[in-house]
């Protein structure tokens, strides 16, 4: 039998204030199951703990332990024969973006292309508009992408605009993922500010969550572009730390061939201005993961959950 999975405390950042809705964004790069058993050699995971059958149940009770109103996915190999059909029954719409050329194509017995998902609470929100992007990097058009949603909250009509997405992988790609994220900033300036009718002089677009597998250090460039953006965006997981202001120790945690990578890859921006951060699920320790790291029998990918509380702050416009 499996070990338990890690419990994990919420701590409560901001009192939150109970006439605004809470919306709770869940950030996770699932491991893509094509990846996982054929390209990424976790030489500390016993195989069978990889098994579909088994880890897409470990995967949907993680999700639904948290009952995220917002899931943004990367990684996801299953979209068709397993995520869509099990969360539309569970009241989500979802949107499916795949990797150009996913590198899960070269494994044996794939399921298809990996890509980004984006899941939503049919419940609470209605799409407006969505956008599959393939970013570039400057000029050139590259493998990987992002998914921008237009919600509009059903109880108070509020619009804000919901983004996935996965960076380019690996060291030496540091300007690469720069120039990804610039493209994406850019595209999204665009688009939040498309989706905000009422936009008065000064005003900023619609409020903004982005959620993704940056494949970036907090010291990298593509970090600072989002950090210093005319966005105003900050990074929900900054609030977990005692200083308010530093991101966790990891996100993802894995032993491969080459040896053992710690790192915190995995972000969930939002607009400061216009978002608050009322909780944040805190990240399991070192022992909770575990001296085989990740995956392992009791967690189903090499990266971890982020989930967090947001509430909308400000009603420049209206008062709903
Ligand atoms: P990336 O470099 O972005 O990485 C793809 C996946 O590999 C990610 O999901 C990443 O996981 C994982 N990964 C990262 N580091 C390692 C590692 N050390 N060992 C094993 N897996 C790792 O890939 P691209 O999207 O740029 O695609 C490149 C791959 O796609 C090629 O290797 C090839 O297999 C295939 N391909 C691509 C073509 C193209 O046009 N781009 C053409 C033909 C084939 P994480 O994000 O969690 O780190
Ligand atoms: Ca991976």
Redesign the pocket.
């Known amino acids: 039998s499996r070990p338990p999975r890690p419990h994990r405390d919420f701590i409560q950042t901001s009192a939150g204030s109970p006439h605004h809705l809470r919306v709770r964004v869940m950030q996770w790069?699932i491991?893509?199951q094509a990846?996982g058993e054929g390209?990424?050699?976790f030489v500390c995971c016993p195989v069978e703990a990889l098994n579909w059958s088994e880890r897409k149940y470990l995967i949907l009770e993680e999700i639904l332990t948290y009952r995220p109103d917002i899931l943004c996915l990367?990684?996801v190999d299953h979209y068709y024969d397993t995520f869509l059909p099990v969360l539309s029954s569970l009241g989500y719409q979802g949107s499916f973006c795949p990797?150009?050329?996913?590198?899960c194509?070269?494994v044996r017995d794939n399921n298809g292309p990996?890509g980004c998902a984006l899941f939503f609470s049919r419940r609470r929100f209605q799409l407006l508009r969505v956008s599959h992007l393939r970013l570039a990097a400057v000029m050139i058009k590259?493998?990987?992408v992002a998914i921008v949603a237009t919600l509009q909250c059903r109880a108070t009509g509020r619009v804000f605009c919901v983004a996935v997405t996965?960076?380019?992988?690996?060291s030496g790609?540091e300007a690469f993922r720069g120039a990804q994220g610039s493209h994406l900033l850019q595209q999204l300036k665009a688009i939040s500010e498309y989706g905000c009718e009422e936009r008065t002089e000064g005003a900023e677009g619609v409020p903004l969550v982005v959620c993704g597998?940056f494949?970036a250090e907090p010291g990298e460039e593509v970090y600072q572009r989002f950090m210093a953006s005319p966005l105003g965006l900050d990074s929900a997981y900054r609030r977990l730390s005692a200083d308010g202001s530093t991101e966790p120790a990891y996100t993802?945690w894995k032993i491969?061939p080459?040896g053992e990578s710690r790192s915190t890859?995995d972000y969930i921006w939002y607009s400061s201005n216009s978002l608050s951060v009322d909780g944040v699920l805190t990240m399991p320790s070192e022992e909770q993961i575990g001296p085989n790291r990740l995956p392992s029998y009791h967690y189903p990918s090499?990266?971890l959950s982020l989930v967090c509380d947001l509430s909308l702050i400000q009603e420049p416009h209206r008062l709903m």
């Open positions: 790069n491991l893509a990846l390209k990424d050699a990367q990684e990797k150009p050329c996913s590198p194509l070269d990996d590259t493998n990987q996965h960076l380019k992988a690996r790609w597998d494949n993802s491969r080459s890859l090499d990266h």
